[in-house]
C-alpha cells in the first residue's frame, strides 16, 4: 500500500503539471507552429481522405494542372499529377505511408534497444558483451549503406523496410539505455530494493525503467525525424515503398521528371517532407528542455 500511495498523484497535481506544460509549449512559438503542422498532419492521416475521396482516379482532362486555382475542387487546390490524380489526396495518402513507418520503426527500435541496453547495463557479463559487440559491429556501417544492402537483398517492402530501419536506428538506444542503466543501479534507492529482496525483474519494472524512460523518449522523437529521412531516401531511390504504394519520397522521384514543366509534383512531396522532419525536431528539442530542470529557465525567458 506504501508504494501505491507514494507513486500515485493526486488530480490537482496533475492540473498543474498539464497547466505548466501548456504555458511553457505556449511560450515557444516555434514549438506551437510545430505541434500545429504534426496536428494537421495526423488530422490528414485519420480522415483517410484518400480511401474516401478516391485519390488514385485517373482524369486526363486535369492532366499536370497547376496549383492554386480555387475554381476547381478542392481536392485540386494543390494541382494534379501526370495521370490528373489531385496532388493533395495522394499527399494525404502518402502521409500516412511515410509517418506511419516512420512511428512503427521507432516504436520497435526503442523497445527493442531499450530493453537490450537495460539488460547490457543492468546484469552485464557475457550477455551485456555480446550485445555491446553486436551493437558496435551495427554502427560500424553507415545507416544507408545497411539499408540499401538489406532491401536488395531482401527486396523493397514495407515490412523488410522496417525492420531494417529498426535494426539501424537500434544501436543509438542500446548505448544510451546502458549507460543511464549503469548510472542508476548504483543508487541508494536500487541498493535498498536488492535488501529488502526485490528480484532483478521487480526492480527493473519498478526503479530502472521508469528512470530511463525520459531520455529514450527524448532519443525517439529526435529518431522520428531521422527514420522519416533515410524513409524518403529510400523511396527515392527506389528500394522503399514501390508503386501502386505512394510515399513523399516516392512522390519526389516521381515528379524529378516534370520540374520544368509541372514543379508542383516535386516540390509540395518535398516540402512536406522538409516541414514534417523540421517539427519533430522543434519539438523533441522542446520536450528536452521541458524534461530537464536545469534547462526550465529558457522556457521562463521564452514567456517574458
Same mark, same amino acid.
Given at each position: ?7 500515485? +498523484? ?33 488530422? #490528414? ?52 505511408? +511515410? ?14 534497444? +531499450? ?61 544510451? #539505455? ?46 522520428? #525525424? ?35 514543366? #509541372? ?42
Amino acid at each position: 500500500m506504501t508504494g501505491m500511495t507514494t507513486e500515485f +498523484t493526486p488530480a490537482p497535481e496533475r492540473r498543474r503539471r498539464i497547466l505548466w506544460l501548456s504555458r511553457a509549449l505556449a511560450g515557444d512559438p516555434m514549438a506551437v507552429a510545430a505541434a500545429i503542422w504534426l496536428l494537421i498532419v495526423i488530422l #490528414a492521416i485519420v480522415a483517410d481522405a484518400s480511401s474516401l475521396l478516391g485519390n488514385s482516379r485517373i482524369s486526363l482532362k486535369a492532366r499536370n494542372l497547376p496549383p492554386f486555382d480555387f475554381n476547381q475542387s478542392w481536392t485540386l487546390w494543390l494541382g494534379a499529377d501526370a495521370l490528373g490524380r489531385p496532388l493533395m489526396m495522394r499527399l494525404i495518402q502518402a502521409a500516412s505511408t +511515410t509517418v506511419g513507418i516512420a512511428l512503427v520503426t521507432v516504436v520497435t527500435s526503442l523497445v527493442g534497444g +531499450t530493453l537490450l541496453g537495460v539488460i547490457a547495463g543492468y546484469f552485464g557479463g557475457l550477455v551485456g558483451n555480446i550485445i555491446m559487440r553486436i551493437s558496435d559491429i551495427i554502427l560500424g556501417f553507415p545507416t544507408l549503406l545497411v539499408a540499401l544492402f538489406g532491401l536488395y537483398l531482401f527486396g523493397p517492402s514495407v515490412t523488410n523496410l522496417v525492420l531494417v530501419l529498426a535494426i539501424t536506428r537500434m544501436p543509438a538506444y542500446i548505448r544510451v #539505455a546502458r549507460a543511464e542503466t549503469l548510472e542508476v543501479r548504483e543508487r541508494l534507492f536500487v541498493d535498498a530494493a536488492r535488501v529488502f529482496g526485490g528480484s532483478s525483474i521487480w526492480i527493473l519494472r519498478t526503479h530502472i525503467l521508469p528512470s530511463v524512460a525520459p531520455t529514450m523518449l527524448t532519443l525517439a522523437s529526435v529518431n522520428l #525525424a531521422m527514420v522519416m529521412l533515410f524513409e524518403s531516401g529510400l523511396s527515392y531511390l527506389g528500394l522503399g515503398i514501390q508503386p501502386p504504394a505512394v510515399s513523399w519520397g516516392l512522390m519526389v522521384a516521381q515528379g524529378q521528371g516534370y520540374l520544368s514543366s #509541372a514543379w508542383w509534383l516535386g516540390f509540395f512531396p518535398g516540402l512536406a517532407v522538409m516541414l514534417t522532419t523540421m517539427s519533430f525536431n522543434l519539438l523533441a528539442n522542446w520536450f528536452r528542455i521541458v524534461n530537464d530542470p536545469s534547462q526550465h529557465w529558457r522556457l521562463i525567458r521564452r514567456r517574458r
